[in-house]
T-cell receptor
């Protein structure tokens, strides 16, 4: 099973709203990722959690706040977003152990976010 | 920063054709991954490559890890309509989990 689930599938929010995106995996993976993807572009890395600790923040604005409550869950809290933040937000996970397949990232279906 | 140049940017396929795409870089990568993304969905991992010269198949898909470790190729044999989508290469450098993505190859059906 290589399933990563994300909720909600679609989200429309105003610039003053606070919302959260959720991601879950039950593959025993210990690395989890948030990516942002604009239309016709590749995914752009935002954050990496390794063993529930934030290991990479790609200079993402503070209006995006990640959280990893446990090894299976990853949240992205959104506050005071701008219209240009509208995009597909993808979650991914990988093993993060010293085995060959640990670099294989498995993606969820994404949350389509529209900021109005 | 490191860049992956993926080509072609788009291509038209006719059912039954073999098609190829590739990624090149000026940097050395230790892992190459190939993904396919359908509209409104997340990328799906197709093939992972770990060793220079490695040739790996997954059904009608074959990918190779270039000998110089600076490039990779993906071939689709006997294409079918469901091969339509965007294909991304992704490379991982020596340390860490971070992937660098190519710009994508959009595969479309010939009208």
């Amino acid at each position: 099973d290589t399933e990563v689930t994300q909720t909600p599938k679609h989200l429309v929010m105003g610039m003053t709203n606070k919302k959260s995106l959720k991601c879950e995996q039950h593959m025993g993976h210990r690395a989890m990722y948030w990516y942002k993807q604009k239309a016709k572009k590749p995914p752009e890395l935002m954050f990496v959690y390794s063993y529930e600790k934030l290991s990479i923040n790609e200079s993402v604005p503070s209006r995006f706040s990640p959280e990893c409550p446990n090894s299976s869950l990853l949240n992205l809290h959104l506050h005071a977003l701008q219209p240009e933040d509208s995009a597909l937000y993808l979650c991914a996970s990988s093993q993060d152990r010293l085995v060959k397949s640990s670099y294989e990232q498995y993606f969820g279906p994404g949350t389509r976010l529209t900021v109005t | 920063g490191q860049q992956l140049n993926q080509s072609p940017q788009s291509m038209f396929i006719q059912e039954g054709e073999d098609v190829s795409m590739n990624c090149t870089s000026s940097s050395i990568f230790n892992t190459w991954l190939w993904y396919k993304q359908d509209p409104g969905e997340g990328p799906v991992l197709l093939i992972a490559l770990y060793k220079a010269g490695e040739l790996t198949s997954n059904g009608r898909l074959t990918a190779q890890f270039g000998i110089t470790r600076k490039d990779s190729f993906l071939n689709i044999s006997a294409s079918i309509p469901s091969d339509v989508g965007i294909y991304f290469c992704a490379g991982r450098m020596a340390a860490g989990n971070k992937l660098t993505f190519g710009g994508g190859t959009r595969v479309l059906v010939k009208p």
